[in-house]
């Protein structure tokens, strides 16, 4: 074999080995789809986004998300803004607050001010429910269990009321929906802003708009520790009330679903 052949043959070597190697080094997409939750993919997959979705594409539900009723919800294909989304058909309730699964670190939990956390979204629909409830609006709530799990009597934490009110159940056609949303029809998208490194001079004081919460009223009201800061510090669970989580609503029966809760951080 000649200088020139010898060479040729090296350069079609190279490229064969670079062709087998290329793909088995991309971590792009490499999200586990047959658990509830799978926080190390989900990391990886955002690691230069700075953003995460749960699109409902798959059959994973980073961070447990439901309607906290006591029956199964169902991830259906399609019909979601866009794709698969997370159906409820029956919710009663006066106060519907879709959220992340009690006790489960994910994603859309922890440290938010060590992670700079800045907003947080979802998408919502309401496919039916009776009466006429759309004059609320919706509330983010965040919260601290308080290292007890599952047993609200001693959670806290802070909720803050947007302008949006919450979706109708009656849907535009889609060439008017299409003119004013790039959301599906039916489908109405929340964002909200969350100051993770604000640090308010004293304890007691909450950034503006932020209202301190507690599921249960102990008569004490807030306590020293329970903090603005010590709440970005260990953010246990993360709702999206139907309303203001402090007042009292009239029971609704409802058939709901949620897309694309997300969480963005610096």
Known sequence: ???????????????????????????????????????????????????????????????????????????????????GYLHDPLVVSALPHPGTRLGMESMFTGNYRLRNVTSVGIDLRSIYYDGDPTSRRLCVVLMNDNGTAGYLDDDWGAFFEGEATIPSKYVPMKAVAGAVTLNEPGWKSFDFDIPSQEDPKQWRQFPEGWTFFQWYDDGDGQRPGESWRALMENVSYLEFSYGRPDLWYIFHTWELGLDNPRISWE
């Open 1 to 83: 074999m000649n200088q020139t052949s010898r060479i040729a043959a090296i350069a079609l070597l190279v490229m064969a080995a670079v062709l087998l190697i290329g793909p088995g080094c991309s971590h792009e997409g490499s999200m586990d789809p047959a658990g509830p939750t799978s926080s190390q993919a989900a990391l990886e997959a955002v690691d230069e986004v700075n953003t995460f979705v749960e699109p409902y594409d798959t059959r994973r539900n980073e961070g447990g998300w439901s309607f906290y009723t006591n029956h199964p919800y169902v991830i259906e294909r399609e019909g979601g803004n866009p794709g």
